[in-house]
């Protein structure tokens, strides 16, 4: 037979896949190779053309290698062209970043891209390319390989295994999981790629048989960690969580088999003409030293997940500009305290006021007007936050200069809400990167459509190359703004460097504003056209910029970090790496969206993330960070017969998990792009669009959101259960008068306290605020003025 006929099948294969995704994928995102229609640029470093001139020919030459050495069987060609694909995506990544552990985390990014086309390349391959020698090869030794390996795992780990779909419990070769998971972890990979390499290199001679082997042996590690997640993190709680956490374990697992695999195919070979004799000799050995190892590294820099430490600024190493002085918020430990160390429970609404939106319609409002009587209003509902949406077209519409009336508003708002005892958090808001829409003419792809622009950043900080403004599936899947994104995180221009300046001179003037709690740098930010490369490693990287400028402008206030948008569209989501920042007082914030603003209600299937589950999910990344957790945003539950039943059910498990958030939205206009041009401005405080006027509020939904809670707390408050003006919460260790307690309605409540002194419950607009001093534990509840005592 032609010895070369079937690698040329297996290329032409994929070289024909790679052009019909393309011309099929109007986003450029879908397709192994993608193009999104943008004219390429030769003056902004390779990543235009990564692509093009790496991932291509990385693929092609690797999968020519597979076809040749391992195609004799479909079995062992399909973890071949997974393989090629992995490594294709990896070295693009690096030659984009120069940055080993994140290309290796990448490269699992494409495994639902790799999968399906090495099913299909394989089979194509198998078909149409010649007939087929089975031979069978000694396997040779394995556990020396399999022992290489596993120790590996610990010492290279890298990015993998980290984030959301790692519960405690699940075996993890990351010394900040602890000893116990490392060993299982070492032993686990180790046994499965004994039994791998023992089939494959049978099958496949030379490195490739123990590579390949490796792959498979991280398939199945991801599969292992998956059925112990599905045990100890909660299995199919009313959604699938259980099968996403299943698919990133098998993606890691494949990653880390591709990118590290090399090392079990070389010391295979090399053991098989050491001598089999000694090999056999030095097997066991060399398991347990790896295993040994692997422990001993594990106990001494080991650091479990979930216990996280209370960051004393001043002894945290960072320099005071990064801590809070007194009567600032900052970030202690899983908490958000004020100066006195009391925690505070931020919990109120977006206003999106001064958002710089697009206006669909010239004769309609995009915004209502931001007066003081909305923060009394505000106040009245028993919030204690305002995160006031700013738009940076606005704020900077000439580069470098800002905005002298429009900072004004801004300086108006922090005011007032200081007047009414609010909290701000300074919000620069962004929806699918700018506020243009498609331009007239524009001939969208099929499976796109012309869209609405919405807001972000100014025309001068919006680069796309040509790409069209064409929505696929929503707004926040666009060329152009996937495009605009990409240039952004590569800072193209200058672009990053001038937010990051901007946040400098923004904080430089509220610096001193103990009313404002912090400011949140990016809202829901684009995952551009490399994720995660954009969404981890370069996001972090602005995030790390940023948070410097900030502190070098003398802002002591909370930082507040967002992943991106992926979190609110699947309802998890990587984030920046671990150790993005040095700086303690951060706070993660993630939109907890699940089962609203969730893909899967769009596609009509269950579920991906529950409700109750993103709590812990979302907890779980925060305590990665080391940092407390706050969603800025929650609400947009759909039909108005389940906004209430679906609140009540996220306000029953906020209680649960001690945590405050900011309701989407106060007001918003009738023309606000958002709301689409209806008969209702559709925020909690409704626009009738008929007359332009008020429409009732929404009642029903304000009485949820404006229930009772602590406010303040000294110590750490451990329980937490409210209805109304019925609430009931404990508190551990704590010490002074800080105990300030919102409770709604007209009727003056019955409180009953234990641990608490100088108790007293005074009426405000809107309810009533109790108050108190603790020494140590307490406990306090309200009841219905007319129930009995118990």
């Given at each position: 037979m032609n010895p070369i006929r079937r690698p040329i099948v297996a290329v032409s294969t994929t070289l024909v896949l790679v052009v019909v995704q393309a011309i099929l994928d109007p986003t450029g995102l879908l397709a192994l190779v993608g193009w999104t229609g943008a004219v390429p640029r030769f003056d902004v470093g390779p990543w235009p053309f990564a692509a093009y001139a790496v991932f291509l020919p990385v693929l092609l030459a690797v999968v020519w290698w597979v076809a040749a050495r391992a195609g004799d069987r479909y079995w062992t060609l399909v973890p071949g062209i997974v393989l090629a694909v992995l490594l294709a995506q990896a070295a693009a990544c690096v030659v984009m970043t120069w940055d080993l552990a994140v290309a290796g985390r990448a490269a699992g990014y494409v495994?639902?891209?790799?999968?399906?086309?090495?099913?299909?390349?394989?089979?194509?391959?198998?078909?149409?390319?010649?007939?087929?020698?089975?031979?069978?090869?000694?396997?040779?030794?394995?556990?020396?390989?399999?022992?290489?390996?596993?120790l590996a795992a610990p010492l290279l780990t890298g990015l993998w295994w980290t984030g959301a779909a790692y519960a405690p419990g699940v075996p993890v070769a990351r010394f900040d999981h602890g000893v116990v998971p490392v060993l299982v972890a070492v032993a686990m990979i180790a046994g499965l790629a004994?039994?791998?390499?023992?089939?494959?290199?049978?099958?496949?001679?030379?490195?490739?048989?123990?590579?390949?082997?490796?792959?498979?042996?991280?398939?199945?590690?991801?599969?292992?960690?998956?059925?112990?997640?599905?045990?100890?993190?909660?299995?199919?709680?009313?959604?699938?969580?259980?099968?996403?956490?299943?698919?990133?374990?098998?993606?890691?697992?494949?990653?880390?088999?591709?990118?590290?695999?090399?090392?079990?195919?070389?010391?295979?070979?090399?053991?098989?003409?050491?001598?089999?004799?000694?090999?056999?000799?030095?097997?066991?050995?060399?398991?347990?030293?790896?295993?040994?190892?692997?422990?001993?590294?594990?106990?001494?820099?080991?650091?479990?997940?979930?216990?996280v430490a209370v960051v004393d600024p001043a002894a945290s190493g960072v320099d005071g500009e990064a801590s809070a002085p007194p009567g600032f918020l900052r970030a202690e430990g899983d908490r958000i305290v004020d100066g006195r160390g009391n925690q505070v429970l931020l919990r109120g609404v977006n206003v999106n006021q001064l958002v710089d939106f697009y206006r669909p319609r010239d004769d309609v409002d995009a915004t209502r007007p931001l007066t003081e009587d909305d923060f009394e209003g505000i106040a009245a509902q028993g919030f204690d936050v305002v995160r006031l949406n700013l738009s940076w077209s606005a704020l900077e519409p000439e580069r470098g200069t800002l905005d002298g009336d429009y900072l004004a508003r801004i300086e108006d708002a922090v005011a007032w809400a200081g007047r009414h005892d609010l909290y701000v958090v300074l919000d620069l808001h962004q929806d699918s990167w700018w506020n243009g829409p498609t331009p007239e003419g524009t001939a969208c792809r099929p499976g796109t459509d012309p869209m609405w622009g919405y807001d972000g950043a100014p025309e001068w900080a919006t680069i796309t190359d040509g790409a069209p403004r064409c929505q696929f599936n929503g707004r926040d899947i666009s060329p152009a703004g996937n495009r605009a994104f990409q240039h952004f995180y590569f800072d193209t221009d200058g672009v990053q460097t001038a937010l990051v300046e901007t946040w400098g001179r923004l904080a430089e003037v509220f610096r001193d504003e103990q009313a404002v709690a912090g400011f949140d740098l990016m809202n829901e930010p684009g995952f551009g056209e490399t994720a995660p490369v954009t969404t981890s490693h370069l996001l972090g990287r602005f995030y790390d910029r940023a948070i410097d400028e900030i502190r070098a402008a003398g802002a002591p206030q909370i930082v507040f970090v967002e992943p991106s948008i992926l979190w609110s569209g699947l309802g998890f989501d990587s984030g920046p790496a671990v150790g993005f920042t040095d700086d303690p007082n951060i706070v993660f914030s993630p939109h907890l969206y699940a089962e609203s603003l969730t893909m899967d209600r769009a596609l009509g299937i269950p579920p991906i993330v529950g409700m109750e589950r993103q709590f812990t999910l979302a907890q779980r990344v925060a305590a990665e960070y080391g940092a407390p957790l706050w969603s800025g945003e929650i609400g947009y539950w759909g039909d108005e017969a389940d906004v209430e039943a679906r609140l009540a059910r996220y306000a029953v498990a906020e209680d649960a998990h001690v945590l405050g958030s900011a309701y989407w939205v106060w007001k918003q206009a009738c023309g606000d792009p958002q709301n689409g041009i209806g008969d209702f401005g559709n925020g909690l405080m409704m626009q009738d669009c008929a007359t332009g006027g008020d429409a009732p509020p929404k009642d029903d939904l304000l009485a949820i959101l404006g229930r009772a809670y602590p406010r303040s707390a000294p110590g750490t408050v451990t329980e937490l259960a409210a209805d109304g003006a019925t609430v009931s919460f404990t508190g551990l260790a704590g010490e002074g008068c800080g105990l300030e307690v919102w409770i709604p309605g007209a009727a003056e409540p019955a409180v009953e306290a234990t641990g608490v002194g100088d108790l007293d419950v005074a009426r405000v607009s809107g309810g009533w605020i109790a108050t108190g001093c603790v020494d140590g534990d307490y406990a306090f509840a309200t009841r219905e003025a007319d129930s009995p005592r118990p």
């Open positions: 495994t639902a891209k790799a999968v399906p086309a090495a099913l299909l390349v394989a089979a194509t391959t198998r078909w149409f390319g010649g007939p087929t020698t089975r031979t069978r090869l000694e396997s040779g030794s394995t556990w020396p390989a399999a022992a290489v390996l596993a004994a039994l791998s390499l023992r089939w494959m290199r049978a099958r496949v001679p030379g490195v490739l048989g123990g590579w390949l082997a490796a792959v498979v042996a991280g398939g199945m590690a991801g599969l292992v960690q998956a059925l112990v997640a599905g045990v100890v993190d909660g299995g199919f709680a009313g959604d699938i969580w259980p099968v996403m956490a299943a698919y990133v374990a098998v993606a890691d697992g494949l990653a880390f088999g591709a990118c590290v695999g090399w090392l079990a195919g070389i010391t295979a070979v090399v053991v098989d003409r050491f001598g089999a004799g000694r090999a056999a000799r030095v097997a066991k050995p060399a398991v347990v030293a790896a295993a040994v190892v692997a422990v001993a590294l594990a106990v001494v820099v080991a650091r479990p997940v979930d216990a």
